[in-house]
């Protein structure tokens, strides 16, 4: 017959799984990309400087844990969270690493400080200049993360896909990119892009993630 202590052994035991399978980097940032939407083996091995070997083995490991799931696409393996709730402890996570621990926030200052010449906007300031229509809203990312979610009238441009696209932006028009959210730099890359061919830009910290928060 199970007493207290048994129960809460078992318990704290399966609470403990979830623990270990996150207490390696790699896997935190698969699980991080995974939240802004599916993607194959390769995409992730890509993404995270990875051989698909070493992606696999930790895709491994978060299944057994039930925190991804997966289909198979032809010839593709593509993954994603198990469970929106992932997502949100994952927001969570970051606000408190954030609080908990200055170099966090060092850290992503001192990335930010290497974009020289990048301003940025809050969500509250795109807000007000989107109602206005005073901005053009860029989402950077692959364009099947747009597809799953993306912030209300931006425009898909993937990263690898603006220089090309330029000559079909507005003229004069003042531009935001986004990406990924605070520690995601591909934003970062677009606006040197934008500007370094005249064009007014401006950088959006946040992502859609954080644009859910606050509206």
Not at 112 to 139: F, P, S
Not at 153 to 167: H, M
Not at 191 to 215: H, M, S, T, Y
Request: net charge negative; aromatic share 6%.
């Amino acid at each position: 017959m199970l007493n207290e202590r048994n129960l809460k052994d078992m318990l704290y035991q399966e609470y403990a799984r979830i623990g270990k399978s996150l207490s390696s980097p790699k896997r935190l940032e698969i699980l991080d990309l995974l939240s802004h939407g599916p993607k194959s083996v390769d995409a992730l091995a890509k993404c995270t400087t990875m051989s698909v070997a070493n992606v696999s083995q930790h895709l491994k490991t978060l299944y057994n844990s039930k925190l991804v799931k997966f289909k198979k696409e032809g010839n593709f393996v593509i993954y994603e969270l198990a469970d929106e709730v992932i997502s949100n402890f994952l927001n969570s996570l970051h606000a408190l690493s954030e609080k908990q621990y200055m170099q966090v926030q060092q850290i992503k200052e001192e990335f930010l400080n290497n974009q020289l010449d990048i301003e940025g906007i809050t969500l509250l300031e795109l807000k007000d200049r989107m109602d206005k229509g005073e901005v053009l809203l860029l989402d950077v990312r692959p364009k099947e993360e747009y597809e799953k979610a993306h912030i209300p009238g931006a425009v898909s441009c993937p990263i690898e896909e603006l220089e090309a696209k330029l000559a079909s932006l507005p003229a004069n028009s003042n531009v935001v990119a986004y990406c990924r959210g605070p520690y995601c730099l591909m934003s970062a890359k677009a606006v040197e892009i934008l500007k370094a061919k005249g064009i007014n830009a401006f950088r959006l910290e946040d992502g859609v993630r954080e644009w859910d928060q606050f509206v």
